[in-house]
């Protein structure tokens, strides 16, 4: 399993901007996925039978879609889990702040989030 985190910076909070996103992510994301709105700034996608690697593409490709539809600054946050594991929440904690630093720093990127490092790459 693997957990991709979606963090946005601008008019996110615009009806139609939200609608827009939302469908975005919607038509690119499988019915065995489940999108999760955590806040007004940050949704989280859980992608069920997928590799690290898998959502690493995905992010990329939601960077390029949402990127060409609207104006807003995107951050990913990329993890896996296994299905053993009771610490999602720290996990979480982990990638919402990686979020939000990127966020601060008003750029564009894909953070890959692990138990032992947090790892960038610029989008």
Do not use: W, Y
Not at 20 to 47: G, Q
Not at 61 to 90: G, H, Y
């Amino acid at each position: 399993i693997s957990l991709l985190m979606i963090g946005f910076k601008g008019k996110v909070k615009h009806p139609p901007t939200m609608q827009l996103c939302v469908a975005s992510l919607l038509e690119r994301i499988r019915h065995s996925d489940i999108l999760v709105h955590l806040d007004d700034d940050d949704f989280v996608i859980l992608l069920c039978d997928t590799p690290v690697s898998g959502a690493s593409t995905l992010a990329k490709d939601l960077a390029r879609r949402l990127i060409n539809e609207t104006t807003l600054k995107l951050t990913f946050a990329v993890s896996s889990i296994s299905l053993e594991s009771s610490a999602i929440d720290p996990l979480i904690i982990r990638m919402r702040d990686a979020v939000e630093q990127a966020r601060n720093q008003n750029t564009d990127r894909i953070i890959f989030v692990t138990e032992e490092k947090l790892e960038s790459i610029s989008n």
